[in-house]
């Protein structure tokens, strides 16, 4: 047993490096909705130097469910944790208005646990239709 736990830390090693190239396409940083809004071309620089552009009839669309001063909370792209292997996902929730966000775009109540919403792939498939360009993978390793 003892002989393979050096072999797991040097596999998740190698994975959590291949990872980093799988998730260069992240923003280097989130931008606020009501900071978005205002932009002629709304976009995020990328960690690998790329432009992420965001739909403005996305971002219109996210303002309708919020007031002001949660546009301004609103990080964008929302970040959605994908692990290999998983049937469900995990929605980044570092404040109440992503939970807002969700529990309007899937129509039912949410409770986030250590700032995050565990959704499953056909609540996915909700988010992703209604907001493609304003959410964004972050793939994780199988821990």
């Known amino acids: 047993m003892a002989s393979e736990l050096p072999y797991e830390r040097l596999l ?22 009501s900071d978005l ?18 739909s403005r009839k996305e971002l219109k669309y996210l303002a309708s469910l919020i007031d002001t001063d949660e ?8 970040l959605i944790e994908v692990s290999v292997g998983q049937d469900e996902m995990v929605v980044k929730c570092p404040g109440e208005v992503e939970e807002k966000v969700m529990a309007k775009i899937l ?12 959704i499953y792939k056909p ?18 390793p199988k821990l």
């Open 12 to 33: 998740q090693e190698s994975l959590k490096g291949e990872l980093r190239v799988v998730n260069a396409h992240l923003p280097g940083k989130q931008k606020p909705l």
């Open 123 to 140: 609540q996915l498939a909700v988010v992703r239709k209604r907001l493609r360009t304003t959410t964004q993978y972050l793939f994780l």
């Open 37 to 54: 809004l205002g932009e002629e071309y709304p976009c995020v620089v990328c960690g690998d130097g790329s432009t992420h552009l965001f």
């Open 71 to 78: 546009q301004k909370a609103l990080l964008l792209p929302i």
């Open 107 to 118: 129509d039912m109540p949410i409770t986030p646990r250590q700032e995050r919403i565990k």
